[in-house]
Each structure stands twice: as structure tokens, then as C-alpha cells.
């Protein structure tokens, strides 16, 4: 190559690189995006000879590219790259690009910086790039080259000289101002907001609301800072709650990110929009509207009970504090899909709670922790003659805080949130009686002087006592009259809304209203709400407002009581028959219930639960699709995740098929082939596959195979091996795989996820070292995912083991893992105090909790066992107690406050349905049961129990199928 030529690929390099710069217009602004010098240098061609004229043939230019591109398993080195060639120094100073590459194969380079480590610093920049002293041109060169990536879940810092890290939003505009911050509209540029743990990023460019507070330097506030993280990855979530989607920290600038809303409830309620919102006018849109009130009670009682402190399992109690309707954003409002979302909830107070000796431990203990002191507060402080609110809304400004936030020393925790939400609600109430003009004369109302003390607050205080203002209750009384007057059910579902929120919820003084928690506020309004469909049951007519003490009744069946007297007046759940084609072997359910699968050695059904639901007992609903295993080959068995559907076969080698459930738009009726073709992973020197299982989202597969060992037998030991699902149909066809981490029983593995390139994957591990074994291969029972996808378990049972003395044991193991490092998170051995049944497993079922981890087993079909591996305690660690019947199958609610039962009285073979609190687990003899069913036998190995999702009067469903091809939907609380 001749230096001519060497300049103009520099030159057109440049060219290419400027054309595909965002905000090009603007020099201070405008940067490359994430991703982009990959894809332009990958695209040039001549560069294998373009490196060797620079670094005079001395390296394999092969080496040079992978390593520049990522290919060698390394972030690659792009970015600075690129960074050196804008600094046009021509051979010398790109030259220097060499103290990056390796100069033999094995061998480390000189530097051992890459793409991930910038920006560097001035003096390092000085030091690496001496050559015409152009590091300090490096150092300013580079922020351009380094934008900010966003990152799902997780805290971005940008301090420092990294705060010149160009910023990837492309428009920005204000929308809101509020006591701590200012909300934006921002547009972030393609690929510059990743997730990690799903491997994708966001391939056009897309709108979000920001969120910026400037923080408060004044001391370190590391507890604070600790529990926004803890909120950031929360590992279960609530449908009502606007979670932050990440934050960035920038200088003295904290922003957090959220997806953008329709509008506010103030702004829906009192219809200030461009298009005028109508108040709902037949029954049906009243009811949407109201239940729309109790999902956000369902949410509040989730943020103040189930928020999860994930590094020691313990609770995180989040108090408000500035519940309003300015607070609460509408999501597809007007739409079928409409939904109400708690947000600002980060900015609040949190309160720790935990029995766990590492929280006891803590510095935090079990104090209360103000997050807003993180941030510097933009309104006059309270106290002052301005302050009236935790906001700057004028309109709705101090309207809805309780009356101990006005008194002297008063105190705000969870009760007050309750205040609030009973202020909201009375203004939903009116919006369903007359719509926003309704809304807007409740808020004059309220203004009439009272006393000495105007205003439109929902409560007065008179020489610092507080009482609710009397316009209020006047208001309600109002309500009352006009819906009695408007439809007599409408007249009694205001009179029981409103006398509950008057006697439960607006009370003056907070010491009095401890009793009104935010999970009582959604199962009372839960009951009003189902008097919309159907009028009002003589049976509920009657009841008292407040339950009345039953010491006959444990607390849980006097909260269900109602419900299950309801269900329990069918007899029995009759069965429906499902058209299956043949006799098959297991079945399985995808993670929300929306798809069930049969299947057998030679064929695959799968049915859509909402095609089956509908339909008349009698009716013989047929699948959807069908999938045939490849050639001659058998199915091994096959997984459901809620994007694709994983068949693997019995071969004599590792093979899989990979179906894409996410490119069906519906399920037909009829019986078809599945029409896209499948994404088949083959590895010929793999062992066969004999469990396999994909996470819930997808973003995770692992497989049970036997161990491959020299001098040893093939199917006497088991290895599991966990893979990112994306690597694996990057692998897809005949080329070497790379799992993520192997796992094993003995000790916990900190293997780091593989960076494997889908141009050169790195080769299968054959030879893994070996630890004390999981067991035979031919003990695996099975092998699943949690919910959320953190947690892996195996279950293993011999179909015979025996002791030291030859006699039959029964012995199982339950080995729980990590999913994020591979650590082992529970280890059970279970044991049954006097088994009954000398020829059934001693482990029946194994069923894992959603948001601890916890594990629910029952053993001899009689025995239940909690584990809670998190305590040391061995008292606490297991608890176990026998039970007065035959249990089959256990099915825990997303919340786990309940558990759903299968089984018989262990006299006659009549299946029954039964429920129990999971407080009173390890203590209930005798569950509650819920209904009769017409099924004879169930097995957890191959049949299938689960939940489905709510209807829209809160109704769910226990939904059982068999895979003798039948099926059942049973009315649960």
C-alpha cells in the first residue's frame, strides 16, 4: 500500500464516521452512537491491509481485527480507534494503536485498555499517546466518541471529567416542575438504552420522561443511594407502579428515567387536556373507572409491604408522603388497555424491615431512611409562609396531605399515604358521579370558609387539633342522594364506598387510623367493586361494615369466607376434554398461563388457554399448532418461556429447536403446523440433552446433561450448564456453543458471563472440573426457572437408592442456583418423618416463591415443608408439619401470600381444590378447601396447575390440565 492511499482510507474512514454523527448541527452536542465505529470499520473493506502498511507487517493483521472488533471475546477497540484517526496525525500517531494489540497469540498487550475504559484521563491520555504530544487531543477528542449508554436497572455515574461524556438525547423539552425537580420529554438516541441481563438495546430512537434533582453534596448519604438502587432492581413488580427505568448521575445533576404517560389523573379527572374527557356514563365505564381506583389501593399496599431488600431478602416499607392525582400518570387512557400508575414514590421515606441477622447487623438497623434528602429541595421550606405542599402545582397544592403533616410534631408513615388515598378516591367517586364539571365542584366546595380557616384541604385544624372538613362530608352525603336517585345499585355502592372511606379511612388523627392499611383499603373496595356486575347479593346486604370477631375462624377464612361460599355452591368443577391426537407424556405452561403444551415422543400440541377457557364443557376445543420432531428423531420433551417455545430430542449428542412464539399474531382454532421454521443448535460432541428449561422473558436457558468423563460411564453423573439465549441461537446450526457458567453442587461458582461474539464463538467445554456430583443423570426430575428469572432449580430423585445396610431409601435433593453469578442460593435434602408410602416419591412437589427464596415442599403427598435458606437459624430455616389429607400439586400466588392446593381427604379418590395463607402454612392442618373436582388423579411430573391472570371484576381462575387431555378452570379467591 502506498501513503497515498493510506491517507484516503483514512480520510473516507473519517468521512463515514462524521456522516453518521446525532446532532451533527451542533458541535458541543453532537457525538457518534453507541455501536456505530463497530459497524462502520466491520463494513470497510481493505483494512487487513490497511493495518499491515501501519504496523510494517510486524503483527497478523487477523489478530489486529479481531481484537479492534471484538471478535477474541474483548469489548473491542473501536472507539478509540477511531479516536486516534480524528486527531489526523497521519502514520505516527495511529501507529500507536499497536500498544493495544497483542503481538503473539497468547500473549497480553502492552496496554491493557479497551473501549470499556474510556474516557481515560488527561494524564493517562498523556501517557499513552506521547508521540507529537497529542494525548492532552486524545483526552478532548474522545467524549465524543463515548457518549452516555443508559442502562436498564442500573445506576449510571458520569463524574468528574466523565461528566464531558456527550449526552444521547436528541430533542428535550420541559413538561413539569416539582419541589425537587424538573420532569423533560427527552428523545434518546438508538441503542444508547441497554439491558444487560435481555442482551438488547433500543433499535430506533424513542421518547421518555426525565427526571433531574440536583443532589445534595452536603454529606454522603451512602444509605440512601443504597436503597434507590435497591428500587431501581426490584425483582417483582406491581402493574400500577411507574418504577424509574434507570438513573444517570451527572456532576450534581440526578435524573431518573420513566416511560412517558398520556397524562395526569388531575388532568383526566378535571378533563384539563386538549381533548375533553367525558365522565363515564353507563354502568360498565363506572365500574372500568372504579376498578381502576382499586388497583391503585393494590399498588399502594405493595409499595408499603412487598418491596424486596434483594442483598438480605429482607422488606423495604415506601411511604409517599405525596399521593395526588398530579402524581398518578395514565397510561393509554381512553383505550381499552387504560391504566392508572403510581409514580414519585422514589423521592419518599423507607423504612427497613427484616428478621434477617445480616439487616440486624446493619448500620440502618431498622430506622427510617429519607431519600429526599438526596436531593437539594427547590420550594420554600416547610414552616415558611409559602409552603403549603411537597409540590409546586398550584392548583392541587397541599390538597391532599394528611393533617399531621400541618400540625406540630406530627408524625407521617404509611397511615398518611392511606389520607391521601382516600382524598384521591373521594374525587374518582365524584368524577363517576358527574364527571369532570363534577370534579371541579367538588374542589369549590371544599373552599367554603370554615371558621377561621379557608381552603380546599380535606381536613381543618382548630388550635392544632385536626378534624375532616365538614364541606367534605356534606359532599359525600350529596353523592349519596344523587346516585341513589340516578339507579339503586349505584345508590348502594356509593353509600358503602363512602361510609368506608368516612369511618376507616379520613380520620383526623393518624394514631387512629393505624388500622387502615392500604391492603385493607384494596380488598373492601375489591368487594364493592364486584357489586357493579350483577347488583347486590341479599347475603352482602346484611353484613356488617366492620367484621365482627370470630374465634372459630382463623383470620383467613373469615376474609375469604364470602368468596368461597360463593364457588362452593357448584357441587363440583366438571372437567373439559381437550382434542388432543394421542396419549401423551407431560404438559407445560408458559409463565403467565397463556399457552399449554402437550407432549410425547412424537408429536408437540400447543393450545391458547383463552381458545379453551370460553368454551362449553362439552365442547372439544383442538390445539393451535402442532411441531414434529426433525427426521427419525424423538422428542426428549420441550420448554415454554412466553417468546418461544424449546423442543430438544433424544439423539446421541446435544440438540435443541428453538421456536419463535413472539412472531404469531394469533392462535387459530383449528389444528395447523406451526408456520416458521425452527432455529436448531446441534453440538455432535455434546452429551444428549435430559432436562431442559428457559427462563420466563427468555433471556436465559439451561440444560441438564450427563457428564462426559474418560474411563467413566456416560450417564452417571450430571452437569448443568446455563446459557444466555441469545448466545445459543447465535450458535445456531453446527457451531461450538459457550455457556455462561457450569453448575454444580458443591460450591458456588463466580464465572463470568461470556462476551461470545456470534462471528467466532468460542468452543464447547468438554472437559469441565469435576466437583461432587448432582447425581445420576437418570434421578433429574426437573428442572425450572423462578418468575422473574433469578433463580434455577434441580430436582433430583433416584427411582431406587438404598443405604449402607441395602435397604430402600428414599432419598432427593433440591440444588437452587443464582442466576447472576452461579452461586449456590439453597441446598435441601428434604426428610419425612415416617413415610407412609413406601412405594411413592418422597418428594411429591417442589414449588418455588416468586419474591423470596424460599422453596414449599411437599413430601410423601402428606408432609409440608418451608424452607428459608436465608436464616440461619435451623428452627426458621425449616419448618415442616403433617397435614389431614393428600396433596399433589402446591401453587403459590405472585404475591406469596397465598398458597393453592391439589389434592384429596386420603380416604376417598375425589379431588379437591383447597387454599391456605402462607403464614399459617407450617401450621394448618386442615386447608380450607374451595371446591370439588371431578378429576380422579393428579401427577406433578407430568400434569400441570396454575393461576390466571385477573378478569376485570378481580376474579381469578386455578386452571389444572392433564396430560391425559383434561382440563379444569376453578374459581379462586
Avoid at 209 to 217: I, P
Avoid at 462 to 485: A, G, T
Avoid at 784 to 808: C, H, K
Wanted: neutral net charge; charged residues 25%; proline residues 6%.
Amino acid at each position: 500500500m502506498l501513503p497515498e492511499e493510506f491517507d484516503q482510507i483514512c480520510e473516507r474512514l473519517i468521512a463515514k464516521i462524521k456522516s453518521r454523527f446525532s446532532l451533527k448541527d451542533f458541535p458541543n452536542r453532537c457525538f457518534l452512537p453507541h455501536g456505530s465505529a463497530k459497524f462502520i470499520l466491520a463494513d470497510e473493506n481493505g483494512l487487513d491491509r490497511f493495518f499491515a502498511f501501519l504496523f510494517d507487517n510486524q503483527i497478523d493483521t487477523k489478530r489486529v481485527l479481531n481484537r479492534l472488533l471484538g471478535l477474541d471475546k474483548g469489548p473491542g477497540l473501536c472507539n478509540i480507534f477511531v479516536t486516534l484517526l480524528f486527531l489526523r496525525g497521519g502514520k505516527p500517531v495511529l501507529k500507536q494503536f499497536i500498544q493495544f494489540i497483542p503481538r503473539a497469540p497468547n500473549a497480553k498487550p502492552q496496554s491493557p485498555f479497551t473501549d470499556e475504559n474510556l474516557p481515560i484521563d488527561k494524564a493517562t491520555a498523556k501517557t499513552l499517546f506521547p508521540i507529537y504530544d497529542r494525548g492532552a487531543d486524545f483526552f478532548d477528542e474522545q467524549f465524543k466518541f463515548c457518549p452516555v449508554v443508559l442502562k436498564k436497572h442500573e445506576e449510571v455515574v458520569c463524574n468528574d471529567y466523565r461528566a464531558s461524556c456527550r449526552l444521547p438525547y436528541l430533542e428535550q423539552s420541559f413538561l413539569n416542575s416539582g419541589a425537587y425537580g424538573r420532569v423533560f420529554k427527552v428523545e434518546v438516541e438508538r441503542g444508547h438504552f441497554v439491558s444487560e441481563r435481555e442482551g438488547s438495546s433500543n433499535p430506533l430512537s424513542r421518547a421518555y420522561a426525565r427526571k433531574d434533582f440536583e443532589l445534595n453534596r452536603e454529606k454522603d448519604f451512602q444509605d440512601e443511594r443504597r436503597i434507590i438502587r435497591e428500587i431501581l432492581r426490584q425483582p417483582k413488580r406491581h402493574e400500577n407502579v411507574m418504577y424509574a427505568l434507570c438513573s444517570l448521575e451527572c456532576q450534581d445533576t440526578f435524573s431518573l428515567f420513566f416511560e412517558l404517560a398520556d397524562c395526569n389523573l388531575g388532568e383526566y379527572l378535571s378533563s384539563d387536556l386538549e381533548t375533553e374527557i367525558t365522565g363515564p356514563t353507563t354502568l360498565e365505564e363506572k365500574h372500568a373507572i372504579f376498578r381502576r381506583g382499586v388497583e391503585l389501593a393494590g399498588a399502594l399496599a405493595f409499595l408499603h409491604d412487598d418491596l424486596i431488600l434483594q442483598s438480605d431478602f429482607g422488606k423495604l416499607c415506601c411511604y409517599h408522603l405525596d399521593l395526588k392525582p398530579q402524581n398518578i400518570l395514565v397510561v393509554d387512557a381512553r383505550k381499552p388497555s387504560e391504566k392508572w400508575m403510581i409514580t414519585d414514590f422514589g423521592v419518599s421515606r423507607v423504612k427497613l424491615r427484616t428478621e434477617t441477622a445480616a439487616m440486624q447487623r446493619a448500620p440502618t438497623g431498622f430506622g427510617d431512611i429519607h431519600l429526599d434528602r438526596l436531593f437539594k429541595r427547590k420550594t420554600p421550606e416547610k414552616g415558611s409562609a409559602q409552603h403549603s405542599s411537597l409540590t409546586q402545582d398550584k392548583r392541587w397544592e397541599g390538597v391532599y396531605l394528611p393533617p399531621e403533616t400541618a400540625i406540630e410534631d406530627g408524625r407521617v408513615g404509611a397511615e398518611s399515604d392511606v389520607w391521601s388515598f382516600g382524598c384521591v378516591f373521594s374525587v374518582v367517586m365524584t368524577f363517576i358521579d358527574s364527571g369532570p364539571q363534577g370534579v371541579r365542584e367538588f374542589d369549590d366546595f371544599r373552599k367554603h370558609s370554615i371558621g377561621s380557616h379557608p381552603g380546599n384541604q380535606f381536613y381543618v385544624i382548630d388550635r392544632n387539633k385536626p378534624s375532616v372538613n365538614p364541606n367534605v362530608i356534606d359532599w359525600f352525603r350529596k353523592l349519596e342522594e344523587s346516585s341513589r336517585k340516578r339507579d339503586p345499585i349505584e345508590g348502594i355502592i356509593f353509600h358503602r364506598t363512602l361510609k368506608f372511606l368516612e369511618n376507616s379511612v379520613l380520620i383526623a388523627k393518624r394514631e387512629d387510623r393505624k388500622a387502615a392499611k392500604a391492603s385493607l383499603l384494596q380488598e373492601e373496595l375489591g368487594k364493592i367493586s364486584s357489586q357493579f356486575i350483577g347488583g347486590l347479593p341479599n347475603t352482602l346486604r346484611n353484613l356488617p361494615s366492620k367484621p365482627t370477631k370470630d374465634t372459630n375462624l382463623p383470620s383467613f377464612r373469615k376474609r375469604m369466607g364470602y368468596r368461597v361460599r360463593q364457588m362452593l355452591t357448584h357441587s363440583s368443577i366438571p372437567i373439559q376434554k381437550l382434542g388432543i391426537s394421542q396419549s401423551m407424556s407431560s404438559t407445560l405452561v408458559s409463565p403467565r398461563g397463556q399457552l399449554l403444551a402437550f407432549s410425547s415422543p412424537t408429536l408437540i400440541e400447543l393450545f391458547s388457554v383463552q381458545n379453551i377457557i370460553p368454551g362449553a364443557v362439552n365442547a372439544l376445543p383442538t390445539p393451535s399448532y402442532y411441531f414434529d420432531p426433525p427426521g427419525k428423531c424423538q422428542w426428549e420433551g420441550c420448554c415454554l418461556a412466553s417468546n418461544y417455545l424449546v423442543a430438544y430430542t433424544k439423539t446421541n449428542h446435544f440438540e435443541c429447536q428453538f421456536y419463535s412464539l413472539g412472531s404469531v399474531d394469533s392462535f387459530p382454532i383449528s389444528k395447523e403446523k406451526f408456520p416458521d421454521n425452527p432455529t436448531t443448535v446441534r453440538q455432535r460432541t455434546a452429551s444428549p440433552i435430559r432436562k431442559m428449561a428457559i427462563s420466563p422473558d427468555g433471556v436465559f436457558t439451561a440444560c441438564a446433561i450427563a457428564t462426559r468423563i474418560e474411563g467413566s460411564h456416560p450417564h452417571n453423573s450430571i452437569e448443568v450448564y446455563l446459557f444466555l439465549t441469545q448466545d445459543l441461537l447465535l450458535s445456531a446450526g453446527d457451531e461450538p456453543l459457550s455457556p455462561i457458567m457450569s453448575l454444580d453442587s458443591a460450591e458456588s461458582s463466580r464465572l463470568s458471563f461470556s462476551n461470545t461474539s456470534s462471528l467466532l464463538p468460542p468452543a464447547w467445554k468438554n472437559h469441565l472440573t469435576q466437583r461432587p456430583r448432582l447425581g445420576p443423570i437418570d434421578a433429574v426430575r426437573a428442572l425450572t426457572f423462578s418468575i422473574d428469572g433469578r433463580v434455577l432449580s434441580l430436582i433430583t430423585e433416584p427411582n431406587q437408592a438404598f443405604d449402607t445396610m441395602g435397604r430402600l431409601e428414599h432419598k432427593a435433593t433440591v440444588t437452587c442456583w443464582n442466576t447472576e453469578n452461579g452461586k449456590i442460593q439453597a441446598f435441601v435434602q428434604p426428610k419425612s418423618e415416617g413415610l407412609q408410602d413406601s412405594t411413592a416419591s418422597l418428594l411429591t412437589t417442589c414449588s418455588l416463591f416468586n419474591t423470596r427464596p424460599d422453596l414449599l415442599l411437599i413430601l410423601q403427598h402428606n408432609s409440608i415443608d418451608h424452607h428459608q435458606p436465608q436464616f440461619q437459624d435451623p428452627a426458621k430455616k425449616r419448618r415442616g408439619h403433617r397435614v389431614d389429607c393428600r396433596l399433589y400439586e402446591a401453587v403459590i400466588d405472585d404475591d406469596d401470600n397465598t398458597i393453592f392446593l391439589l389434592g384429596d381427604n386420603g380416604q376417598t379418590k375425589v379431588m379437591r381444590a383447597y387454599s391456605v395463607p402462607t403464614s399459617e402454612i407450617t401450621k394448618c392442618e386442615k386447608p380450607l378447601k374451595l371446591a370439588e373436582l371431578d378429576l380422579r388423579s393428579f401427577e406433578a411430573t407430568r400434569d400441570s396447575a396454575w393461576l390466571s391472570g385477573r378478569e376485570d371484576n378481580g376474579q381469578r381462575k386455578l386452571l389444572v390440565a392433564t396430560a391425559k387431555g383434561e382440563f379444569l378452570a376453578i374459581p379462586v379467591p
